[in-house]
């Protein structure tokens, strides 16, 4: 099956075709450093995280970037109360979205551009449009002639006659009267008082929102790239006024795939701090809640459909991961049992389950179904564990069986998902080793044959209390497995 993707561009799902053979180029709209990680940025960074690992276990060749902008209205106004600055405030806030991925096992793209560290190529593309009549100074500040720009509105679908000047929030301009059209937008800004300030050909100011994604594509991928994402909320105005800047400038498609993930509600709710519904990453996690708990939440969700973050949803999600955890961790548990030899190699995974994730998954990164058929794959395992503990054998021939738990584990992994060395040190019973407690239940045996029951019950307790479930059986036999 070819891969295909819903391309918000045409509006339609569209084949994968890469501009050079099996190389992708992806640009994500990254975060304003201002304020710590929400879910809303979880939700973002992680789907097009999974989404890049996809399409390198497809066999392409990923170069991956992730903006930060730190030059902007919400990053100065912290400052001031803090009595800080504008590179503290970002400094601070970046090493903490760097924190917050990590504990959320997102791994980190190629390059991180920042605002402040593009200001040449900025105030370069900016000067393009300028000669090429795009743009037009006023009183220090540059803005952009929307008008002059054909295609406007292709991405979004909106006319301009329908458009209100600074409908994102972000290009707010008590100077109106500077623009020659009130939907043009400003590329630079001149400076105000107490506020960071860069020489320019227009005087001292700083770049606009829109115009710093568009200086980053092109300075670390290029004029035209492959795949350009980043949240819905950004389609309108932001990545509409990229492609305006990009395109007008290059005479090039900046992107050739937009896509774009849905928002993230809570209890059916827009995230807002005015209506304390406002979860921080880190607020989560420190519940705490699994890490591949709320990796499996976001997952089991279309990437471009509203996400209501609910804690019922939450919960769902927990005990989801507990049921893939337990399966993921069949090996440890059984593998020495059963005989397995050593560890299966890549060729042996099972080929339908590989066939069946990826033409799944292949349907616009429908991570959702691939995970549902490794639900299936765990389910299997957990009842082979569950034949093996009551009756001493598996129904499934023991190589066979290390087929499939390969084929979760590298399945698994293909979405993120991992067992962490605590999870390891579960199946460990706190730090009981299998010899260790098949030694126990030899104590055990020969004090129920000495008739010594007191000591027999204080193993089996100690055990139990190690998360150790025995089993006796006819003949004197004890079956056991953790719990």
């Known amino acids: ?70 030059i902007d209205d919400k990053i100065l106004n912290r400052a001031r109360k803090e009595g800080s600055s504008m590179q503290e405030v970002s400094d601070r806030f970046i090493a903490a979205y760097f924190e917050d991925m990590d504990r959320l096992h997102i791994k980190k793209a190629d390059f991180y551009p920042r605002a402040t560290h593009t200001l040449d190529g900025i105030k370069r593309l900016i000067s393009e ?44 301009d008590p100077e109106a009267a500077k623009k020659q059209d009130p939907f043009d937008f400003a590329l630079w800004k001149a400076s105000k008082p107490d506020e960071p300030a860069w020489e320019s050909p227009w005087g001292k100011g700083r770049p606009g929102w829109h115009i710093e994604c568009s200086a980053m594509v092109r300075e670390h991928l290029g004029e035209t790239i492959d795949i350009h994402v980043g949240g819905s909320d950004l389609t309108f105005p932001h990545h509409e006024n990229e492609i305006a800047q990009s395109e007008a400038a290059t005479n090039q498609p900046l992107a050739k795939y937009w896509l774009h993930s849905g928002m993230v509600k809570v209890d059916g709710d827009k995230m807002s701090k005015s209506k304390g519904n406002f979860t921080t990453i880190r607020d989560l996690l420190d519940r705490p809640v699994d890490p591949m708990a709320i990796r499996l939440f976001i997952l089991q969700a279309h990437y471009s459909k509203p996400l209501d973050f609910t804690e019922d949803a939450i919960a769902a999600a927990t005990n989801g991961w507990h049921t893939l955890k337990e399966s993921l961790l069949f090996g440890e548990k059984y593998g020495a049992k059963l005989g ?14 590989i066939k069946r994730f990826q033409d799944a998954v292949d349907n616009d990164f429908n991570f959702a179904a691939g995970i549902a058929i490794i639900f299936e794959i765990a389910k299997d395992l957990e009842r082979e564990g569950n034949i093996f503990v009551h009756e001493g054998a598996t129904k499934t021939p023991p190589q066979e ?50 008739k010594n029951y007191a000591e027999s019950d204080r193993i089996r307790d100690e055990l139990a209390n190690s998360g150790i479930v025995l089993i006796d059986q006819k003949g004197g036999i004890t079956k056991w497995h953790r719990k």
Not at 21 to 36: A, E, P, Q, S
Not at 133 to 162: I, T
Not at 340 to 353: A, D, H, S, T, V
Not at 405 to 414: D, G, I, K, R, Y
């Open 1 to 70: 099956m070819t891969l295909t993707l819903y391309n918000t561009l045409t509006r339609s799902q569209q084949p994968l075709e890469p501009l050079e053979n099996n190389k992708i180029l992806m640009y994500c709209c990254g975060i304003t450093v201002y304020d710590l990680c929400h879910l809303g940025h979880a939700r973002t960074c992680l789907v097009w995280d999974v989404a890049r690992s996809y399409l390198q276990w497809r066999g392409y060749e990923v170069r991956y970037v992730q903006n930060f902008t730190d």
């Open 129 to 172: 449009l300028e000669q090429k009549g795009f743009a037009y100074p006023a009183a220090g500040d540059v803005y952009y002639s929307v008008r002059k720009f054909r295609d406007y509105g292709k991405l979004s679908g909106r006319k301009l006659e329908d458009l209100q000047a600074g409908a994102s929030g972000r290009v707010d």
């Open 340 to 353: 397995w030899q050593q560890q299966q190699e890549e060729e042996n995974l099972l080929p339908e389950y």
């Open 401 to 450: 069986l290390a087929r499939v738990w390969q084929t979760l584990v590298h399945l698994t992994a293909v979405l993120g998902f991992e067992v962490q060395k605590k999870d390891n040190l579960e199946v460990a019973a706190n730090g009981l080793s299998d010899d260790f407690i098949e030694e126990l239940i030899k104590q055990r045996s020969q004090a129920k044959k000495a």
